[in-house]
């Protein structure tokens, strides 16, 4: 089990540094910088340039692209290959990853990400490399796996908690998830939300115009919801069209199902996978409304995004969903006829959405700063270099969370 919490401490200003302080952090198990795939990749991207920027040295592994610039902000990029193939391409790169700090890198502490990847941890513990594993979402739950994947999830849960020095949970309802089935605790570090003004530039060269369209984000997934989304807004009244961003590394069954059921509306608009950073802000920053799915996750990406572009947002009600946004006056939805209800809503009423967005924008920017954010992952990574790892819990006020819901459904 993992030591019991220490006071928190604050991480030592620059000024106040010596060599010593310096930590060299490995940082393992996405695809890398620079960010342009998920939440991991933005988060390895935003903490560990900050982490550079206090004098730390951070290696990144990233699956092979050539193209890529290394150092990238700073943070050295190493290039591995993986297997193509769903079911095994983390593992492969993991593996070549944790074969690269313990033989060359050698890093003080190793922060490894998904906890899919743990049956691997051995070889850093063997090394005598502390690990903080950041456990991602409720991963067994996802539609994707079959009988074998959530198995698998549910082991690797098992053996997080066995081998990890420190576990990271993104959100409360992942560190009581893990608290309650394991009793271990976790470190609660929420990720960060980037604030962006809305820019109608890029939006206007796919043939948008700022508040005239709905918007979603997210991987094709069955647990995000895209499905029921365009089923709902089919039903409605709407005259704003449906913008669906988003797509999956390997096609499946569910993304056919998603274009056939798009097909059969012509206002529904599916763009694929966004990867132009700018265009993403700016969907997000201009839409009506922006329609949230995912449901297994803890502190969602996309959600922070759309907070902080100051989008409207009607979230799936699931209690991550409600940690997040906060407050008793936001908009959530379960079903279809929700979503028919929310986007007529949306249209008869635009003001009132836009307010909602501002009060999303003023929970971004208080709750959900990068560098609170690099504080906590600073200040974790300095107490496993020491040996002495407490976890920072909801009740630290320096580490930015997702608070408990006063309501909601799991």
């Not at 691997?120 to 903080?132: E, K, M, S, T």
């Not at 949970?169 to 976790?186: L, M, W």
């Not at 700063?369 to 300095?382: G, K, N, Q, S, T």
């Amino acid at each position: 089990m993992p030591p019991k919490p220490l006071s928190p401490a604050r991480p030592l200003p620059m000024s106040h540094r010596t060599n010593n302080d310096a930590t060299r952090v490995a940082m393992i198990g996405t695809r890398g910088v620079p960010a342009s795939y998920g939440g991991f990749e933005t988060a390895v991207e935003e903490i560990g340039a900050r982490l550079v920027e206090r004098g730390h040295k951070i290696t990144v592994y990233c699956r092979g692209r050539s193209e890529r610039v290394s150092p990238y902000r700073g943070m050295d990029a190493v290039d591995l290959p993986a297997v193509k193939r769903r079911s095994v391409e983390t593992l492969s790169h993991t593996t070549l990853s944790i074969l690269h700090a313990v033989l060359r890198a050698r890093p003080d502490v190793a922060i490894v990400f998904n906890a899919a990847n743990s049956p691997l941890l051995p070889f850093l513990r063997a090394a005598q490399i502390p690990i903080a594993l950041h456990t991602d979402g409720l991963e067994w739950q996802r539609g994707k796996w079959g009988v074998f994947g959530r198995r698998y999830y549910l082991l690797a849960e098992r053996l997080a908690v066995r081998w990890a020095d420190q576990l990271i949970s993104d959100a409360q309802g992942i560190a009581d998830y893990y608290q309650g089935k394991y009793e271990t605790e976790s470190a609660v570090i929420a990720y960060g939300a980037p604030l962006k003004e809305a820019d109608p530039a890029p939006i206007r060269t796919i043939g948008l115009e700022p508040g005239q369209y709905h918007l979603v984000v997210c991987r094709f997934e069955p647990e995000n919801h895209a499905d029921v989304i365009i089923h709902g807004y089919s039903q409605s009244n709407a005259e704003l069209p449906l913008v669906v961003v988003g797509g999956v590394p390997y096609s499946s069954h569910y993304d056919k199902s998603l274009a056939h059921l798009a097909g059969m509306d012509h206002r529904v608009r599916l763009l694929g996978p966004v990867w132009d950073q700018r265009l993403l802000d700016s969907l997000y920053s201009n839409s009506a409304v922006y329609i949230h799915g995912q449901s297994v996750g803890g502190t969602n990406p996309s959600l922070l995004r759309a907070m902080g572009a100051s989008a409207p947002v009607a979230a799936f009600d699931v209690n991550f969903n409600r940690e997040v946004l906060r407050g008793e006056d936001r908009c959530y939805w379960l079903a279809a006829h929700d979503v028919r209800n929310i986007v007529e809503d949306v249209e008869a009423q635009s003001g009132r959405w836009q307010a909602l967005g501002a009060a999303a924008r003023v929970v971004a920017e208080d709750a959900y700063r990068w560098d609170d954010v690099a504080d906590c992952y600073e200040e974790l990574v300095m107490r496993l270099k020491g040996g002495n790892p407490p976890p920072l819990r909801s009740g630290d006020p320096s580490c930015p969370r997702a608070e408990a819901p006063p309501t909601g459904r799991e």
